[in-house]
T-cell receptor
Framework: AQRVTQPEKLLSVFKGAPVELKCNYSYSGSPELFWYVQYSRQRLQLLLRHISRESIKGFTADLNKGETSFHLKKPFAQEEDSAMYYCALASGSARQLTFGSGTQLTVLP | EAGVVQSPRYKIIEKKQPVAFWCNPISGHNTLYWYLQNLGQGPELLIRYENEEAVDDSQLPKDRFSAERLKGVDSTLKIQPAELGDSAVYLC????????????FGPGTRLTVL
């Protein structure tokens, strides 16, 4: 069965510092990974997906199949990046999403 | 575009009472999802619809939960009777085809069972 692990429930960094949110997955098939973000009082929304290989709001994530990881990184954190971040794995023919338990990122001034 | 609409936003009921949640997906989205999100956890899929057909309901507790999507547009999720452990946020999402398309989430309904 597929599983997504986000080891950090809470993560705090200072503004301008680099940030890395960890995500590890377990899946026997070909993985498709996503990062979703939920800002305060807003709905859950897609941040980025690995197949797009794009940078959104300065965030990037590289799929490492050897380490089964999909960590989210940003070189210089901003206060507006404070939010709950969820890593998700699409699996099966229907590409059903399995979410991790989330990491609450707080960027301190 | 209003996005995915859900109502009510909050619901407080006593245990053993019935409750229903409503979802209106984005216009033109054929695939609709209901998720359950417990406190401190990520969303977990309950059921997925392709148009009006429930194509994946393996995670739906069918003894007390039911769902319908009449005419392939709006959907209703019902719990009868509710239990204390059902307190959670119920999320609805929609996508165009349900395979590789992005899922768009509604604001959720926060259910509290007393």
């Amino acid at each position: 069965a597929q599983r997504v692990t986000q080891p950090e429930k809470l993560l705090s960094v200072f503004k301008g510092a680099p940030v890395e949110l960890k995500c590890n997955y377990s899946y026997s098939g070909s993985p498709e990974l996503f990062w979703y973000v939920q800002y305060s009082r807003q709905r859950l929304q897609l941040l980025l997906r690995h197949i797009s290989r794009e940078s959104i709001k300065g965030f990037t994530a590289d799929l490492n199949k050897g380490e089964t990881s999909f960590h989210l990184k940003k070189p210089f954190a901003q206060e507006e990046d404070s939010a709950m971040y969820y890593c998700a794995l699409a699996s099966g023919s229907a590409r059903q999403l399995t979410f991790g338990s989330g990491t609450q990122l707080t960027v301190l001034p | 575009e209003a996005g995915v609409v859900q109502s009510p936003r909050y619901k407080i009921i006593e245990k053993k009472q019935p409750v229903a949640f409503w979802c209106n997906p984005i216009s033109g989205h054929n695939t609709l999802y209901w998720y359950l999100q417990n406190l401190g956890q990520g969303p977990e899929l309950l059921i997925r619809y392709e148009n009006e057909e429930a194509v994946d309901d393996s995670q739906l507790p069918k003894d007390r939960f039911s769902a319908e999507r009449l005419k392939g547009v709006d959907s209703t999720l019902k719990i009868q009777p509710a239990e204390l452990g059902d307190s959670a946020v119920y999320l609805c999402a929609s996508s165009q085809t349900g395979t590789t398309d992005t899922q768009y989430f509604g604001p959720g309904t926060r259910l509290t069972v007393l």
